[in-house]
């Protein structure tokens, strides 16, 4: 049996775990980023978890492994990645990075006799686009070819895949869904432009609108202070009106962008994850689908929507089939 490892690159922890070609995950070990070392530091950290990964399966009685069954590693990362050479041009989760060559820093940090005997290939890609990966091959997307995805958190990721593979575009930033317009000269994003879908549905903007309701005079059980996305489904899922409104708008403006996105691309399939899609399908889903089945075109087939199932699992999942997806396996 093939595995490839998997490394999934957060501003708080670097995850790591060894993928089976029959999707079983195995090995997981997790680490600090300790972001604030630099680039170079966080090189030999990832460096770190691979020979850790690689020990712990060979270890194991009888070994789970031996590195000739490695074909390849795969690293998520935040930002805009310029994955063919294996550069982070920019990330909001570490200040000061630009166009760092992340995977030669991990390589220079890998360097000895023993690993350049192994000779393990190593691939990099945006952290939502190996979400979209992971969930096409062992999650929602199982059986289909060309799906989108949308993580709704703290912020809006996306990313699209086309005939199985991750599309870049031209200069490596396709897939950027979260700044899909749903409503011209509307809220201020944090990408400079007014209107974005993750103006609205990002984290902090459904606590903001929630609060400016609220201070306009709304009735509401909830308090404005501390509030959070959390806070505001639970006082949805108990009856609170304003906050089922702000769900239920939520929920419309997502399926706007995704009509758009349906009309561009023509996916069979969009998977949506991030913490926000726990508000479920009676908060957030139903409204989704709702509005895209009332804007989309009446064509031949139609796009389904659908949650992610890969939970926290979906970024090493996605990592480590970088290395199936470019050595041909899948």
């Known amino acids: 049996m093939k595995y490839s490892i998997g490394i999934d690159l957060g501003g ?15 090995c997981r070990t997790v680490i600090s980023t300790q972001v604030n070392e630099g680039a170079r530091a966080i090189a030999r950290r990832i460096a770190g ?5 690689i020990s712990v399966a ?9 590195s000739e069954q490695i074909i390849g590693i795969g690293l998520g990362s935040p930002g805009l990645i310029i994955a063919e050479s294996g550069i ?3 990330s909001p989760n570490f200040p000061g990075w630009c166009d760092i060559p992340l995977l030669d820093y991990v390589n220079g940090a890998l360097k000895n006799r023993a690993w350049q005997a192994m000779d393990i290939p190593l691939y990099i890609d945006n952290d939502v686009n190996v979400m979209v990966l992971g969930e096409l091959h062992h999650g929602a997307g199982v059986g289909f070819d060309n799906i989108v995805g949308l993580t709704i958190g703290t912020g809006v990721g996306g990313g699209v895949v086309i005939d199985k ?12 869904l979260g700044h899909t317009i749903v409503k011209p000269d509307g809220r201020k994003c944090g990408c400079g432009n007014r209107g ?17 309701q ?4 709304r009735k509401t059980c909830m308090n404005p202070e501390q509030l959070t996305p959390k806070k505001i489904a639970d006082a949805a899922s108990a009856g609170d009106e304003l906050a089922r409104e ?17 009309h561009i691309l023509n996916p069979q399939l969009a998977v949506i994850g991030g913490g926000i899609s726990a508000a479920g399908e009676d908060l957030l889903f139903q409204h989704i689908r709702k509005e895209f089945n009332k804007r989309v075109m009446d064509i031949p087939g139609k796009m389904q929507i659908v949650p992610a199932k890969l939970g926290n699992d979906a970024g090493l999942v996605g990592a480590a089939m970088l290395a199936y997806n470019h050595k041909g396996k899948v």
């Not at 593979?165 to 950027?176: D, L, M, Q, R, S």
């Not at 702000?246 to 349906?262: D, H, K, P, Y």
């Open 58 to 66: 060979g270890e194991t009685d009888p070994p789970i492994v031996c």
């Open 49 to 53: 978890v691979i020979k850790q990964v």
């Open 214 to 217: 609220i201070v306009a005079g």
């Open 165 to 176: 593979k991750v599309y870049h575009g031209n200069w490596n930033t396709a897939g950027e």
């Open 88 to 90: 982070v041009h920019f």
């Open 196 to 212: 974005c879908l993750e103006a609205y549905a990002g984290a902090r903007h459904i606590v903001e609108r929630t609060q400016e």
């Open 12 to 26: 708080t922890d670097i995850k790591a775990g060894l993928l089976a070609e029959d999707g079983t995950l195995s």
């Open 246 to 262: 702000i769900f239920s708008e939520t929920g419309r403006l997502v399926g706007v962008a995704l009509t758009s996105i349906a």
